[in-house]
């Protein structure tokens, strides 16, 4: 393991990285809200989703550094006495994971027929194509809104698994477009290489050559594409959610706690909404900074 991390590091993506303080800032910052999101149970100091636990005289109090703060809620509570801190540890695991598994959705279908209609062409990638044009006629929030209240109606005492579920493929079905005609574009290019042609001579099956030699060579910008799109799939949850088609009630994520503090935004207990918001903004512009550095680190011409 410290092998290939070493190795990593001294290749060229791992110069470059070593050389942008932006990207390292970036990677501390996305690192520790992703340990802090996975280990929420451990490292946060209370459980704000066990009733239990829960003191209504708690409710509403403000930051450690304010008067009537103290550090047993060193960030405050909400209006039903949650621990602001922890909760927000327990949400940024929910959009980090709704957010994480919607793109590799994404990734896995866009890919797959961004590699097929690339490789065929013909009708196959004619077709294809225009779906994908009729899906990007539609604005990603507006069909995300759709397919998630079509689930709750369909599954109206749905468990969370399903909830999560509907959620997530509401999200990846027009997010995969992307990475498919981003492929498509790579794959023409590679099909008519000589490598490609070879393989084609020895007798290699078309389904072989796509993912054993033509799949690699097209995976760099569909890195960069996929690291962007985890921001912008974390917003797009946190959107639905504040919005109330996203995640379930009993589980709330980042884009719920927004929604439950915009209620006291005006009237003095601006901690409520403002700190889950900032969650939001720095997980996002932390992998939206990670995602314009490995663009520039893959790009052999900012070299």
């Not at 550094?65 to 940024?92: F, N, P, V």
């Not at 690291?227 to 974390?234: G, K, L, M, R």
Request: hydrophobic share 50%; charged share 15%; aromatic share 8%.
């Amino acid at each position: 393991m410290k092998n290939r991390i070493r190795r990593w590091m001294d290749s060229d993506v791992g110069y470059s990285f070593r050389k942008s303080p932006t990207a390292i800032v970036a990677a501390l910052i996305a690192a520790v809200c992703v340990f802090c999101a996975l280990f929420a149970g451990w490292v946060a100091p209370h459980n704000p989703f066990d009733l239990t636990t829960l003191e209504l005289s708690d409710a509403r109090i403000p930051p450690v550094w304010s008067d009537e703060g103290g550090w047993k809620y060193i960030l405050g509570t909400d209006d039903q006495g949650r621990d602001i801190l922890s909760a927000l540890m327990y949400g940024a695991r929910i959009s980090l994971i709704v957010g994480l598994a919607s793109v590799a959705l994404s990734v896995v279908v866009g890919v797959g027929l961004g590699l097929l209609a690339g490789f065929k062409g013909g009708w196959i990638d004619s077709v294809l194509m225009r779906l994908c044009d009729v899906m990007l006629s539609f604005p990603a929030i507006l069909v995300a809104l759709l397919i998630a209240g079509v689930g709750r109606a369909v599954f109206p005492n749905a468990n969370e698994s399903l909830a999560f579920g509907v959620l997530i493929i509401s999200i990846s079905l027009t997010g995969w477009v992307q990475y498919a005609r981003t492929v498509r574009g790579s794959t023409m290019v590679e099909r008519n290489k000589e490598y490609v042609q070879a393989a084609r001579v020895t007798g290699v099956a078309p389904l072989r050559i796509m993912v054993k030699h033509v799949l690699p060579n097209v995976l760099g910008p569909v890195m960069v594409l996929a690291t962007i799109q985890v921001a912008t799939a974390i917003i797009t949850e946190a959107t639905l959610s504040f919005l109330g088609v996203g995640a379930p009630p009993t589980s709330p994520s980042l884009g719920t706690l927004i929604r439950v503090g915009n209620d006291y935004l005006f009237s003095g207990e601006w901690w409520i909404t403002i700190f889950p918001g900032l969650m939001l903004v720095l997980i996002a512009l932390s992998v939206n900074l990670l995602g314009d550095w490995l663009r520039d680190a893959l790009n052999p011409r900012l070299r």
